[in-house]
């Protein structure tokens, strides 16, 4: 069956179809909640409510633009729903931070899957700026209407998670040395 025809049967609640649907997309819209959430716990049950979202609103998919790009846009606001009614976001950050941290990285020391628990230790609104700023290419001003914060605000964020992961890449590479 056809990607259309298997959206079009999922909107008229047909089991199969989102069977077939979530066959598909599972691995790489779980992949954005693991990037988003603090743990595997967390992502798996920010998965499921992103998939009964995507369900619910299939049928207002246009069939304009990439299916999975809208798959992908209707997980992260789930997500980011979530950590706003949670108020986890709500900060006002006065004092300056440069923008840029610079991390020298070798490759061969350090593997994804830490990079991605590294990324996930860090507090909620600093990992929500960095996912959304670095790995997913938003700009401050998108970030700043989708977490209702502001511009400095979402700068300040990416600047303090930057520092953070700099901080434990560092202390990693130190212990990895004395071994």
């Given at each position: ?69 809208w ?13 706003r ?64 914060i ?14 953070i992961?700099k ?13």
């Amino acid at each position: 069956m056809g990607l259309n025809k298997l959206i079009k049967q999922c909107a008229k609640n047909d089991r199969k179809a989102q069977e077939e649907i979530y066959q598909l997309f599972a691995g790489k819209l779980f992949s954005i909640c693991l990037k988003y959430s603090k743990n595997k716990q967390e992502a798996q049950d920010n998965f499921q409510d992103g998939f009964v979202t995507i369900f619910n609103k299939i049928g207002q998919f246009k069939f304009k633009g990439s299916f999975e790009g809208w798959l992908k846009r209707i997980m992260v606001n789930t997500i980011l729903l979530k950590y706003r009614q949670k108020n986890v976001l709500n900060i006002v950050v006065t004092e300056e931070i440069p923008d840029e941290v610079i991390v020298d990285v070798d490759d061969d020391e350090i593997s994804l899957d830490f990079l991605l628990n590294l990324i996930q230790e860090l507090p909620d609104r600093y990992r929500m700026v960095f996912n959304l700023y670095v790995l997913d290419g938003f700009s401050h001003k998108e970030i700043s209407k989708m977490l209702h914060i502001a511009e400095g605000t979402s700068k300040s964020n990416l600047a303090r998670a930057r520092a953070i992961l700099k901080n434990k890449i560092e202390l990693h590479q130190e212990e990895q040395q004395s071994v």
